[in-house]
């Protein structure tokens, strides 16, 4: 880079995001991919964006919407993000940890296997985010607290306790063996021992009442709380991620489900895949004019439609297509996704277009 462009890119303003987008997190992307696709469907969902989705998928975008629909997207990459930055906390050291604490999370580890269940947990994670964000941020807070204290203060202390090992010529092994003793007398005795193992003969004389070793004691002693303290409240904290997630395997449909499948040996791994735009667009276009013309015939005749009038022969018309319709949207879009509603909404449009086209 010269000077020139070095000099340009240092006065530039700072980003509110990155330009471009993440690798995947671009709208066009989005929409292609089947997962993200589903989850982004549920987002505009949760945030009542619905019009603006059927405007998005209709073609037919307003000035205002581009600004929203790039606030929508920025707003879901952000939430993918952080979900992403949840579930890879949740690796098989994390996962033993919390199963050692957790009687509940130790039982569903011993009837699924670990690797399957943070697969699954891991993908179930992304879903309850965007349909149960309560839920979510309950399993978040756990997992990050937990995290938070194994890298801050569990991890501070274990650094501290070794410094003073090493600054005092003690092992690990000799200074575990000591701190395990109860009694509390007998333990001081052991740890000055060790303090004092290196001592020549004149320290040795002056330390007779522990003048010179009785401060490593004291702090020896005092990691010994402080190392205990810090295990106590991690097993806490796993414990608590423990009963968090074994409560969403075990009262979720979904979950329970996806793990029985793979329990009985179901080569497909993972949970079935939700329905993404490309899948909607694909199902609601499949249009059997055959079927459609041989049902037309039939309601036809039923209806003695060529000895009725105009008015009458139109109320057929309408009566058919309302049929059409209904029977579409009942096949097609119960129990599915957003872009299946829009998309077949704009399809029974198709459908009734067709009215004039009756005779």
Same mark, same amino acid.
């Given at each position: ?12 303003? *700072? ?6 987008? *993440? ?8 929409? $292609? ?11 505009? %969902?949760?945030? &009542?964006?619905?019009?603006? /989705? ?10 205002? #919407? ?12 952000? @939430? ?22 957790? %009687? ?10 670990? !690797?399957?269940?943070? =697969? ?6 992304? !879903? ?13 807070? /756990?997992?990050? +607290? ?11 202390? &274990? ?13 690990? +092994?000799?200074?575990?063996? /000591? ?22 003969? +004149? ?11 009785? &401060?490593?004691? #004291? ?13 106590? #409240? ?17 009262? #979720? ?8 499948? %793979? ?10 895949? @939700? ?8 199902? +609601? ?5 055959? /079927? ?5 015939? =039939? ?32 096949? !097609? ?14 399809? %029974? ?9 009756? $005779?």
């Amino acid at each position: 880079m010269g000077i020139i462009d070095t000099l340009r890119k240092s006065k530039e303003k *700072p980003q509110e995001h990155e330009i471009p987008p *993440p690798k995947g997190h671009v709208l066009a992307e989005i929409m $292609k991919d089947k997962k993200m696709s589903h989850l982004f469907g549920k987002h505009l %969902e949760k945030e &009542g964006k619905e019009e603006l /989705a059927a405007r998005l998928v209709a073609g037919e975008l307003t000035e205002e #919407d581009i600004q929203s629909l790039e606030e929508q997207r920025s707003l879901f990459s952000e @939430k993918i993000l952080q979900a992403e930055k949840i579930t890879k906390l949740l690796t098989k050291e994390n996962v033993i940890d919390i199963a050692k604490n957790s %009687e509940e999370f130790a039982k569903i580890i011993s009837i699924y296997g670990v !690797e399957q269940l943070i =697969k699954m947990v891991q993908n179930h994670i992304l !879903e309850i985010f965007f349909t149960d964000e309560e839920r979510f941020q309950l399993t978040a807070e /756990a997992l990050i +607290t937990s995290d938070s204290h194994k890298n801050g203060q569990y991890k501070r202390v &274990g650094e501290e306790t070794e410094k003073l090992c090493n600054d005092n010529n003690i092992s690990q +092994t000799e200074y575990l063996e /000591a701190i395990a003793i109860a009694d509390i007398k007998e333990r001081n005795e052991a740890l000055k021992k060790l303090v004092t193992k290196t001592y020549g003969k +004149t320290k040795k004389f002056f330390d007779k009442f522990g003048w010179v070793s009785g &401060g490593t004691v #004291d702090k020896l002693e005092l990691q010994k709380q402080l190392l205990e303290r810090s295990i106590d #409240d991690l097993n806490v904290y796993q414990t608590n991620i423990g009963a968090v997630l074994a409560i969403s395997v075990i009262r #979720d449909d979904f979950m329970r489900n996806a793990l029985s499948r %793979e329990l009985m040996g179901d080569k497909k791994t993972g949970p079935e895949p @939700k329905p993404g735009f490309s899948d909607a667009k694909q199902e +609601t276009e499949a249009f059997d004019d055959e /079927a459609f013309n041989k049902e037309w015939l =039939k309601f036809r005749k039923d209806s003695d439609f060529d000895a009725a009038n105009d008015s009458i022969k139109d109320d057929i018309r309408e009566e058919f297509i309302s049929e059409q319709t209904k029977k579409y949207r009942e096949r !097609e879009v119960k129990g599915k996704s957003l872009w299946h509603s829009i998309l077949a909404t704009l399809f %029974e449009k198709k459908i009734s277009n067709k009215k004039d086209k009756l $005779k």
